[in-house]
């Protein structure tokens, strides 16, 4: 098992109610706070064990987007 580097970026467009991002890696939990246009970015290293990105919703009506690219050299 290899441990991972990933990007992760993506646009949170609210409508109603409130949407988090939030990031487990194995016990450590990080919230991402988007910018003042919805936009948030971050570069996570995976561990082997618990990785999880998680989309917390409240009464949450609109659009988001994320997109996770691998950072690992693949040669």
């Known amino acids: 098992i290899h441990?991972?580097?990933l990007f992760l970026s993506g646009h949170i467009e609210t409508e109603s109610g409130t949407a988090t991002?939030?990031?487990?890696?194995?016990?450590d939990v990080?919230?991402?706070?988007p910018d003042a246009d919805g936009c948030?970015?971050?570069t996570l290293?995976?561990?082997?064990?618990?990785?999880?990105?998680?989309?917390?919703?409240?009464?949450?009506?609109g659009?988001?987007?994320?997109?996770?690219?691998?950072?690992?050299d693949e040669t």
């Open 3 to 5: 441990n991972r580097d």
């Open 21 to 27: 991002v939030r990031i487990r890696l194995n016990e």
């Open 30 to 33: 990080v919230e991402l706070e």
């Open 40 to 42: 948030f970015e971050t």
């Open 45 to 61: 290293k995976l561990e082997n064990g618990g990785n999880y990105i998680m989309v917390v919703y409240e009464d949450y009506s």
């Open 63 to 72: 659009k988001l987007e994320i997109t996770c690219e691998s950072m690992d």
